[in-house]
């Protein structure tokens, strides 16, 4: 299916794309059809910066279950920073 | 059937008049030749939807399938158009309805036309056949497990309305092709669809293949399943057979 949901992020950071590093201004996410993984759905990842136009992104399309383990080595990630870093 | 066929990028006019790009196919050395527009997936104007086009043309119709993320994605690859087109909110109905009626107007214009226009389309782009042959004067319509026809699923953009309450304008004979096992749209609501159609004499066939879901058509996808894609498409080439062929 087609779902058509989608979370909007706003973001702050950079991400290295086809023509090499941009600023970030935005993450979206949504679970719907990869267009390269070898699975039906998948969870989608898009750091983009919309401004520099379409090809100012960089794409994740991951497993549920990969989506799931990298959100929580996010916050692990996080919660293990000295104080005031993170 | 010779099968030979010329395939190239063109440019078309689209809603408001603007300049879209557009993908055709279409057969060689034949007459008579029925027009199919195919509205490409969510996932974008990408290679497997072209190789579609081609098969078209193999089988004696031109095919032109716009690109609808052309607009604000000129030059971009697939992928990023359909990205940047979800981070937008999607493309709105109108301006999809306005790229159909184009690109039916430019098959008709081509050389050795009958005249005779179909839509079709595959997940989003079932919907959107559906929303043209609803909004178009039409000759035939597939809509492939077109999604959000009876039901709009929760998260989806504002803007989308299911298009069920559209029925009575339905223009053209319509064929429709989904999956047992598929979430979006379910047997209910194919079912629910059917008998709206049923009560306002809408002429429709409608088939339900055990044993696939969602994409079942799609060679380069898990879902792929042989079985109801080969019937799938015998019964595409039976609908458009009856409805595009021939002289006009």
């Known amino acids: 299916m087609c779902t058509y949901s989608t979370e909007h992020v706003p973001a702050t950071g ?59 080595a996010i916050e692990s990630a996080l919660a293990a920073a000295p104080p005031g870093l993170a | ?27 060689d050395g034949t007459e008579f030749i029925g027009g199919v527009v195919l509205i490409h997936h969510l996932p974008g104007y990408d290679s ?51 790229d159909v009626a184009g690109a039916a107007a430019y098959l008709r214009s081509l050389a050795g036309s009958n005249g005779r226009i179909g839509v079709i389309g595959h997940c989003s ?23 959000a026809v009876v039901h ?37 609501e194919t079912a629910e669809l059917s008998r709206t159609l049923d009560e306002l004499s809408k002429p429709h066939e409608f088939r339900t293949f055990t044993g696939a879901g969602h994409a079942f058509f799609s060679v380069d996808r898990p879902s792929y399943r042989v079985e109801a894609a080969v019937e799938g498409w015998d019964k595409i080439w039976a609908f458009f057979g009856e409805h595009l062929a021939g002289k006009a």
């Open chain 1, 14 to 72: 950079s991400g290295k794309g086809p023509n090499g590093w941009f600023r970030l201004s935005e993450v979206s996410v949504y679970l719907d059809h990869p267009a390269h993984a070898l699975a039906d759905h998948t969870l989608n990842i898009d750091f983009i910066n919309p401004a520099h136009g379409p090809s100012a992104r960089v794409a994740v399309e991951l497993t549920a279950q990969t989506a799931r383990d990298l959100a929580s």
């Open chain 2, 1 to 27: 059937m010779n099968e030979a066929l010329t395939a190239e990028t063109v440019m078309m006019k689209g809603h408001n008049g603007d300049e879209v790009e557009a993908y055709l196919a279409r057969p």
């Open chain 2, 48 to 98: 497997s939807t072209k190789e579609m086009a081609r098969k078209f043309a193999a089988y004696g119709y031109s095919a032109l399938m716009p690109n609808l993320y052309y607009r604000d994605s000129p030059g971009a690859s697939p992928d990023d158009a359909a990205a940047a087109a979800r981070a937008k909110g999607g493309v709105p109905d109108e301006q999809v309805v306005g």
């Open chain 2, 125 to 147: 782009g079932g919907r959107q056949a559906f929303l043209a042959a609803c909004s178009l004067p039409l000759d035939a319509a597939v809509d492939c497990y077109g999604g």
């Open chain 2, 152 to 188: 709009v699923p929760q998260g989806a953009p504002a803007s989308m309305k299911p298009l069920i309450g559209l029925s009575e304008n339905l223009s053209c004979p319509l064929l429709g092709l989904f999956g047992a096992d598929d979430q979006f749209p379910t047997p209910p």
